[in-house]
């Protein structure tokens, strides 16, 4: 079964902090998807890495896509309260089109 | 309007009712999804429409019927639902099927919750 795991499930700081959220896998992704879903909305595209040992940054969001294309990091500088949401990672494995998804990041940040 | 909207945003039924969802999208895409979102579970892909046509079903059961008169409208007709069908049922639209690096935008979602 091609499976994206992502850790922590859950976790709570405080403004400010930094942090590192992980999506890993066994298998081979040809790209990785970051979404981050609010409350009450649907999931928002945040970025697609697509090469093996990319790096891109979005503002204070660091997103990073491993050399072997099966992990895959999310690292946030001085957290603030609107990073608060669901992030999620979602990518075809191998070949295929079809996204596997990962069951989330709950992140909150408290002012 | 923009982007991808989704109605009703709540919706409560029992378990012999029938009600539908409504997704539009006002993107120009050509292809439309029904996820299912359960709370610490994966997104479910349950049905995809290509240009109007069914190319996917991932052995959704069969009281969920779908329907795509059009490439911008698409619906979930929904009967005799069962307590575990209650989740959050996302519509999310593509330019097209096919394509692993397209962006899917995602309308709010039905929150369905069965008594």
């Known amino acids: 079964t091609q499976l994206l795991e992502q850790s922590p499930q859950f976790l709570s700081i405080q403004e400010g902090e930094n942090l590192t959220v992980y999506c890993n896998s066994s298998?081979?992704?040809?790209?990785l998807q970051w979404y981050r879903q609010e409350p009450g909305e649907g999931p928002v595209l945040l970025v697609t890495?697509?090469?093996g040992g990319e790096v891109k940054k979005l503002k204070r969001l660091t997103f990073q896509f491993g050399d072997a294309r099966k992990h895959s990091s999310l690292h946030i500088t001085a957290a603030q309260p609107g990073d608060t949401g669901l992030y999620l990672c979602?990518?075809?494995?191998?070949?295929?089109?079809?996204?596997?998804w990962g069951a989330g990041t709950k992140l909150i940040i408290k002012p | 309007e923009t982007g991808v909207t989704q109605t009703p945003r709540h919706l409560v039924m029992g378990m012999t009712n029938k009600k539908s969802l409504k997704c539009e999208q006002h993107?120009?895409?050509?292809?439309m999804y029904w996820y299912k979102q359960s709370a610490k579970k994966p997104l479910e892909l349950m049905f995809v429409?290509?240009?109007?046509?069914?190319?996917e079903n991932n052995s959704v059961p069969s009281r969920f019927s779908p329907e795509c008169p059009n490439s911008s409208h698409l619906f979930l007709h929904l009967h005799t639902l069962q307590p575990e069908d209650s989740a959050l049922y996302l519509c999310?639209?593509?330019?097209?099927?096919?394509?692993?690096?397209?962006?899917?935008?995602f309308g709010p979602g039905t929150r369905l919750t069965v008594l």
């Open positions: 298998s081979v992704f040809s790209s």
């Open positions: 979602a990518g075809p494995p191998g070949s295929n089109y079809q996204l596997i």
């Open positions: 890495v697509v090469t």
């Open positions: 993107l120009g895409h050509n292809a």
């Open positions: 999310a639209s593509s330019q097209i099927r096919g394509r692993s690096t397209d962006t899917q935008y």
């Open positions: 429409y290509n240009f109007k046509e069914q190319t």
